[in-house]
């Protein structure tokens, strides 16, 4: 019988080759692990900002309809719609109030239902104002109904004084107002937390009223006189929001959503056991009980994504992975092309983190390295030109959504020249983009201009007949004590009064303070 060290040296070249394949496999297993949790990870990054985006254009129909009743409320809630509603409300002794009977010369789509109690309120009371103002609504609810599509179930305003607007319509014997809504998750932490509540709140889940199961509200408060008159809220159903999980979520593991009182709201696979509660944020996968598991704060939003991937799917799909990975690794010549392959997708990738798919713009992502960067680097001498498309909707509607992109693609190309100057350009959203100018020598009132002549100028044509494009600006500079946040902020309030005054025009922020332009 050979001793141990004769045996190694007889078969030593057997030893090195099984102790290279070890290694080999070893280093396969250690690729193809980073190599998934690095995909799932993106994968749930572009999941969260998809689901940011659905949340901000939400809080974004919210504000507009806040602001439009705010303002309504401080000139005269009433308009030739909300009197023939009004008129048309219904007394129910039993019941109270409803608007079951719809005028026959207005188009059902428009109309919500408004249910109440007790008798219709005397002419000039304020509970009388407040109706109008719920009816004054309809078409900016229809209107974010129609926009969100299947992303909402119900889009309603709820009155102080006992009366909700729901839209879409249902008639009373499905739904009507009930002053145990007062009690319900949304309106008793809306009223909690105000007049502390800066933005939309996102409500706990609770079951629906109306019969659609377990919704979770999305509310903005509307005031006067510093109280809440009432809310304005959109319903999502927590079903709803497990399609769209199990519509993003990566190719292994399960997908949950957590808001901010760490409650699971769905999962993109139903049966799966819950992630553990109170979970730290993690930038990287971890192991957690039996599992890998990311969790990663969803943008601008309450709300957190957690993915976990079990052993057993996690070691099958390593498994898989690392047997062709070994074989890879033993040529040389596709190892190599596979690797140049990963750079390219890994560059590719890169730039999409940062660009805009579309247009090719910067995004959001590069906006707040951009931001970050010019912090550490004490810049307070900024100025944003915020700009978004004129009638952008009709475009798409007239020319289709092709010419759309096609307009937006142009608008990018358009700016070219300011971007030569080291103007950064950064598409905000939609048809809304944001032009950051580092030079303090360069004039924001000049710039704006020239970009709005070179659009209006611009022969549209040449993408579709009879096109014509046109944009609205607003612009503002940072000043040494103004956040670039608040800056971007006041350019797009002086963008939305440049649409307030015409369309096709450039505006500067007026800080009324000082009454002079900044």
Partial sequence: MPTLPHAFAKYRLQWLLLGLSMLLLLLALQHALRQITELNRRDVINAAAQLSSQHQRMEAFLEAMRGQAEERLRSNPQSVLSRQLYQALQVDGEHGINLDRIPVDLPPALIGN?????????????????????????????????????????????????????????????FRFDPVIYSKAYWQEAMARHPHLEHAMLSRPYQDFAGRGQMITLSQPITQGGQIIGLLSIDIQTVTLAQTLHRLAPRIGTLFLLNAHQQILASSQSGTAPPPVRT?????????????????????????????????????TLLWQSATALITILCLVVATVSSLRAQRLNRRLNYLSRHDALTGAFNRHHFDAFERRHI???????????????????????????????????????????????????????????????????PLAQLAEQLRLRIAEHDWTEIAPELRVTVSLGHCRQGPAVRLQEVIRRADIALYQAKANGRNRSEGWQDDARGKQE
């Fill in 114 to 174: 408004l249910t109440g109690q007790g008798p219709l309120p005397h002419d000039g009371s304020e509970r009388q104002a407040r109706i109008h103002l719920a009816l004054s609504l309809s078409p900016l609810l229809a209107t974010a109904s129609k926009l969100l599509d299947r992303d909402v179930a119900w889009i309603y305003f709820t009155g102080t004084d006992n009366f909700i607007y729901l839209y879409p319509w249902v008639p009373s014997s499905q």
């Fill in 376 to 442: 550490l680097a004490g810049s307070r001498h900024i100025g944003a030109i915020m700009f978004d498309c004129d009638h952008f909707k009709l475009v798409n509607d007239r020319f289709g959504h092709g010419v759309g992109d096609q307009v937006l693609i142009r608008l990018v190309q358009l700016c070219q020249p300011l971007q030569d100057l080291g103007c950064t350009l950064i598409r905000w959203g939609g048809e809304e983009f944001l032009l950051l100018v580092t030079g303090k020598d360069l």
């Fill in 280 to 316: 730290a944020q993690s930038a990287e996968y971890e192991w957690q009980q039996g599992a890998l598991q990311l969790v990663y704060p969803i943008p601008e939003t309450p709300l957190s994504l957690i993915h976990r991937i079990p052993l057993l799917p996690l070691l099958q």
